[in-house]
């Protein structure tokens, strides 16, 4: 049974008015998370693209390579750590009329990475096999900054279209819906009317909801459900003053199941650089 997962966080952006801080931070503990208590631990199983790395092209071909040949029984992680946004929808598939997207370090306007180009890489995935997608990122229409109660500064993961679309009534609806009609689970930051906080932690700058995830998987042994974990993820995040609300999506027979298909116990377990 396979075990791979592909990390992407972006701090640095070609226009440093957009950098981030926490990003980077964010693929080091879930690299570290992986490898300690779930068996991610295979030469080459884990692969990291950050900064001017984690282009288009490289996040897509990396997610090809993560579900080329999975098997029933494997257990596959995309976590994105960055910005997000919308961006007018061009094939008529969203009821608001928009696309929810990730921002690459390249990102190109004319042609984003939407949830439809990460749903169609996916899609293959057979019955049995387990993709967890994790998204540390803003699906809103602001783009706000504000300052944290400590004076650190929060930066909102959100990167708004050099044309903002126009906003209508609309349904609730995270970037990689599509991706949980496939065998996929996606835990998503907050809802696509919320900001997703980069925020100081703990001594360092971190993805308020990467950050608390880790912890709640930590606080319940590194062996709760999927719906445990949102349940938990959540009321940490409100417990400590940040207004975004995380999402759970996927087929019911997967949200009860142990988060990355349970905890894995290896004598031999090691760091993968």
């Known amino acids: 049974m396979a075990r791979k997962a592909l990390l992407v966080g972006i701090n640095r952006y070609p226009d440093p008015a957009d950098g981030l801080r926490g990003c980077v931070n964010d693929v080091l503990l879930m690299r570290d998370t992986l490898a300690r208590h779930y068996g991610f631990i295979d030469p080459g199983a884990v692969r990291i693209l950050t900064d001017h790395r984690a282009t288009t092209e490289a996040i897509l071909h990396n997610l090809a390579w993560l579900v080329d040949g999975a098997a029933s029984g494997d257990s596959l992680v995309f976590h994105y750590s960055g910005h997000g946004s919308q961006v007018p ?44 997608v994790i998204l540390d990122c803003c699906h809103s229409g602001t783009g706000l900054r504000e300052t944290s109660r400590n004076g650190s500064g929060i930066r909102h993961r959100y990167l708004p279209h050099l044309v903002e679309p126009a906003v209508f009534p609309r349904p609730v609806r995270r970037f990689g819906a599509g991706v949980t009609k496939t065998n996929a689970v996606l835990l998503a930051a907050c809802r696509d009317d919320q900001t997703s906080a980069d925020a100081f932690i703990d001594g360092k700058f971190r993805g308020a909801h990467t950050w608390y995830l880790c912890q709640s998987l930590r606080e319940a042994n590194w062996n709760p459900t999927y719906r445990d974990l949102a349940s938990t993820t959540g009321t940490a995040l409100s417990r400590t003053g940040f207004d975004q609300v995380p999402q759970l999506e996927g087929p019911s027979r997967l949200l009860t199941m142990p988060v990355f298909q349970g905890r894995h116990i290896s004598k031999s377990a090691r760091i993968v650089a």
């Open 89 to 132: 929808d061009r094939n008529g598939d969203e009821g608001d009329g928009l696309d929810e997207i990730l921002c690459p370090y390249d990102l190109d306007w004319a042609h984003p990475l939407t949830d439809d180009d990460l749903a169609a890489v996916v899609a293959p995935i057979p019955k049995g096999a387990l993709l967890t």
